[in-house]
């Protein structure tokens, strides 16, 4: 079974393919998580975020946004099902931040309610270039935000 770096960047290959982004890369990406896969390892966090440096380079803005609204609860088995069992919203962000603590995840995040508002903040852990931060903070708010409203 992939790792959760190596499904993660499935999920953006699949999304450059079916996109009219021009990436000169895809092949030699295409082929390193392969080799990954048959070695039957996941990415480190530090070739993971290598691998997205590159796809920043070549993709727009709202790319993440879009593709990391395309991860699953199913995907995260046991944990998926525990933040489904939850009775509010707040425990289940609890579970899922904890899951990222769990895989690595660059950035911590934070949670706070004021006047009826639900914020949301993210702080990296590892030094990345901006562009790399942004993407990664996106992916994972926006696969926060597709389980909210499922």
């Given at each position: 079974m992939?790792?959760?770096h190596i499904r993660r960047i499935q999920r953006y290959?699949?999304?450059?393919?079916?996109?009219?982004?021009?990436?000169a890369?895809?092949?030699e990406l295409r082929a390193r998580v392969e080799?990954?896969?048959q070695a039957g390892r996941d990415f480190t966090q530090q070739e993971y975020l290598s691998i997205v440096r590159e796809i920043c380079a070549d993709t727009p803005p709202d790319f993440a946004l879009t593709f990391g609204a395309s991860r699953h609860l199913a995907e995260m088995g046991i944990v998926g099902h525990a933040i489904l069992?939850?009775?509010?919203?707040?425990?289940g962000l609890a579970i899922w931040m904890n899951f990222a603590d769990l895989t690595g995840e660059p950035f911590r995040g934070r949670s706070s309610v004021a006047a009826g508002r639900w914020t949301l903040e993210f702080q990296l852990t590892a030094v990345l270039p901006?562009?790399?931060g942004r993407f990664c903070s996106e992916e994972f708010a926006a696969s926060f935000v597709r389980f909210a409203h499922e």
């Open positions: 992939a790792g959760p290959l699949l999304g450059l393919e079916g996109s009219r982004i021009n990436v890369k895809l092949p080799a990954q896969q069992s939850c009775g509010t919203l707040r425990r901006p562009a790399t």
